[in-house]
Each structure stands twice: as C-alpha cells, then as structure tokens.
C-alpha cells in the first residue's frame, strides 16, 4: 500500500468514527435512556480486545516469536555457527502483557452477552457503537487513540490482577 492509500485509510477510518460518535451523541441529547457507560464499555472492549493489548497484540506477539525463531534457524542452518543472542531480550515478552488484557476484555464481554442474553437487548446497539469508535478513532492515533491506550494499560493491570490472584 502507497502513502497515499494509507493517509486515505486513515481519514476514513477517522470520519467513520467521528460520524457514529456524532450519532451517539446526538441520541444522548435526543432522551435515549440507555445509561452512557454501556458505550464506554464499548470502547473498553475494542481497546482490549481489537487494538495492540488485545487478541491482535496476542498474535503480533507470537508472529514475531515465530520469526525470530524462523530467523535464528534459518542462520544457524545456513552457516553452521550458533546464533547468540547477546543483549537484546527476547522477542516473547511483550504478549504476556497483552494476554491479561484480552482476559479482561473478554471478561467484560461475557458482562456484557450475559446480560444482553438476560433481557437487555437495548444494550447491544451503544455497545456495538462504542467498540466501533474504539476501533475507528483507536488507531488513528491522536487524542483519543492515547485515551484508548490508558484503557487499554488499565485493562491489562486488571487482567495481570485476575491472572495472578486465581
């Protein structure tokens, strides 16, 4: 993809999440009863479950596992000599951080089906709009995409918690 599909990408991705937020918020204005955390949750779940902390930084995490594993093989294969690893830490790190917040995200997520499963059907729809915004304005980076990334760090201390204490 060229710079230009990218930039293009990117805008779309975020007039699409300013347009739902703007119709949210237009439905909040308008007398809709259904109380705004659910579409905060919303934007929890697309935090922890979609973007970097979540089943995405799961799997990035083991892709780049894989390579340098792939990598180190291939190496050692070609020239006989045993690669070592010197100073740089290990690539598998970084997910064990990111699979807390996906135990937290899907936590929530079982919350909310439960819930919607109970009777509150009117709790999919601001749910669904919030993780859509989450999504959307998420990687777009900028103001909102730091706030995503708060929720998504507090979403992996909750899950690190979860993780540790049962």
Do not use: C
């Amino acid at each position: 993809m060229n710079d230009t599909g990218a930039a293009a990408g990117g805008i779309g991705a975020v007039a699409l999440g300013v347009m739902i937020l703007l119709y949210q918020i237009g439905r909040w204005r308008g007398g809709d009863p259904t109380p705004k955390i659910h579409f905060f949750a919303g934007l929890a779940l697309a935090a922890m479950l979609f973007l970097g902390g979540g089943i995405l930084g799961v799997a990035g995490g083991a892709a780049a596992a894989l390579g340098d594993g792939v990598g180190q093989y291939a190496l050692e294969s070609a020239t006989g000599a045993v690669a070592k690893a010197g100073s740089r830490p290990p690539v598998t790190g970084g997910e064990k951080v990111a699979v807390s917040g996906a135990i937290a995200g899907l936590g929530l997520l079982a919350l909310y089906l439960g819930l919607i499963k109970s009777g509150r059907a009117d709790l999919k729809e601001p749910l669904l709009r919030g993780a859509l915004v989450g999504v959307f304005l998420g990687t777009a980076g900028g103001l909102i995409g730091m706030a995503i990334g708060l929720i998504r760090t507090s979403g992996n201390t909750v899950g690190d918690i979860l993780l540790n204490t049962l």
